[in-house]
């Protein structure tokens, strides 16, 4: 039986981003946008795509006295789609404001401060769904130990 302490690493992400207004579970998606079936027209833009990692340290950083991992890191890419480099830049920054520096509360977890983990990435032109969009990419993570 899992205990889902990795689950609620990663929805402590998701949840911030669907928190926020702007945003909202219409424009959040985990790891994939729906598939819009014919004759369904396309997903409207902007939206966010987050993928999420959550890793168990090893060796040393994260290993309790008794040998036990009890470190946990978690990281979020989130590739921010809209139909211009503004439109994709403003979803970026609506990603930034819902999740840096918000410390997650997790029970039986102390969880420190989500932060930018790599540099943004510029708007990339995308034209493989047949119609052009723009994704910007940025990656936020925290640590939590319990």
Not at 70 to 98: F, I, K, P, Q, Y
Not at 101 to 111: E, K
């Amino acid at each position: 039986m899992s205990d889902l302490l990795d689950e609620q690493h990663a929805q402590v992400g998701l949840a911030l981003l669907i928190a926020n207004p702007a945003l909202g579970a219409a424009k959040v998606f985990d790891g994939a946008v729906p598939n819009q079936v014919p004759p369904a027209p396309p997903l409207p833009l902007p939206y966010v795509i987050v993928y999420t990692v959550v890793s168990w340290t090893r060796d040393g950083i994260g290993t309790a006295l008794n040998g036990t991992q009890v470190t946990v890191t978690t990281t979020w890419n989130c590739h921010c789609v809209g139909e211009t480099a503004a439109s994709a830049r403003a979803m970026a920054m609506l990603v930034r404001s819902s999740l840096l520096n918000v410390r997650p509360v997790i029970a039986g977890r102390n969880c420190g401060p989500i932060k930018l983990t790599d540099d943004p990435q510029a708007p990339q032109r995308d034209e493989t769904t047949g119609r052009l969009v723009m994704d910007e990419s940025a990656t936020y993570g925290f640590v939590s130990t319990g």
